[in-house]
């Protein structure tokens, strides 16, 4: 028993348990996900610009497979769905045509900024129905599956174990006879409360206001210069998107739900593009940052009160 103590407080064997705990519940998050929304790749990012403006480079997508026979499709108004093409690629793009036949449905799609229609295909093909998206996460994706983004994230994965083994153990330094104020304490506190509140709302504005353009090696195009946008801005580029070939956005709406917003767009041909149903990284950010602040000022509220306990136990 006493060796199981000894190896409990062993700061390595506490490391190897939290990572093996993150694996597990990432587990469950996964194959949770596959059972929940009925399909094998429920989240997806996207690659290319063929949905723009109402899917862009770099979205993760959530994908729920559903009945075909409750697919909607219609022009600029129809479901987005994922389908295989037949070299075995996915493609996501909006259901315009469903006919039903003695072998099941031939669905057709088109992307919202292509200008041609693809071919009909069975709903075999089919994989699952867009229900939500993320934006700016799906980065990080296409990023680490190009050579250099995953040699990067090696190198840095490295960095980071050769630092955590050359740091001290709590165990290490009580040895040394490290003896940590309280006033020092309090001060690094709160100097950490300081720079996660000014990283969290400098994250808030620009979620709500700011844009950012960087090369993305993983996209799928020739150029491959990609911007992430805010909520405003996303708005404003909707706004603004034009094709010779496509009809001109007359008016833009903002739908906001709690952590979503979705943004459709009336054309000029009376039709109504439909968005889809988007994370708001703003109000998540806010909530966010509330939890810091009532977990920081609890901590330094506890932390004087054990002060002053002390104080009067010594005199």
């Not at 108004?77 to 994922?82: K, M, N, R, S, Y």
């Not at 190009?146 to 009580?174: H, K």
Request: contains cysteine; neutral net charge.
């Amino acid at each position: 028993m006493e060796k199981l103590k000894r190896l409990w407080r062993n700061e390595y064997f506490k490391t190897a348990i939290s990572i093996l705990v993150l694996i597990a519940l990432f587990l469950i998050f996964w194959y949770g996900s596959i059972l929940y929304f009925n399909n094998e790749t429920p989240y997806l990012v996207v690659s290319s610009e063929s949905m723009r403006p109402t899917l862009e480079i770099g979205d993760l997508i959530i994908v729920k497979r559903i009945d075909p026979a409750q697919l909607y499709a219609a022009p600029m108004e129809g479901d987005i769905i994922v389908y295989r093409n037949k070299a075995g690629e996915l493609v996501v793009h909006r259901l315009i045509s469903k006919t039903l036949t003695e072998d099941g449905y031939l669905l057709k799609t088109q992307g919202d900024a292509n200008y041609r229609a693809d071919n009909f295909f069975s709903d075999e093909q089919y994989v699952g129905k867009v229900i939500a998206r993320i934006p700016f996460i799906g980065h990080i994706s296409l990023f680490t599956h190009t050579a250099q983004g995953f040699y990067l994230l090696i190198f840095v994965i490295i960095c980071l174990i050769i630092i955590f083994m050359l740091l001290p153990s709590s165990e290490e330094t009580n040895k040394e006879g490290e003896k940590r104020n309280l006033h020092k304490i309090l001060n690094l506190n709160f100097l950490t409360f300081l720079i996660l509140d000014i990283l969290i709302i400098g994250f808030t504005i620009f979620s709500l206001w700011g844009t950012f353009s960087f090369w993305q090696p993983g996209a799928e195009s020739t150029n491959k210069w990609v911007t992430v946008r805010g909520m405003y801005p996303d708005l404003e580029y909707h706004k603004n998107f034009t094709k010779t070939y496509l009809p001109k956005v007359e008016e833009v709406f903002l739908y906001q739900g709690l952590f979503t917003y979705k943004i459709d767009c009336r054309m000029d041909n009376g039709q109504i593009r439909v968005g889809v149903p988007t994370f708001s990284w703003a109000q998540f950010s806010i909530l966010i940052l509330v939890l810091v602040n009532v977990w920081m000022i609890t901590k330094f509220l506890l932390s004087k009160r054990a002060s002053t306990m002390e104080q009067k136990s010594e005199t």
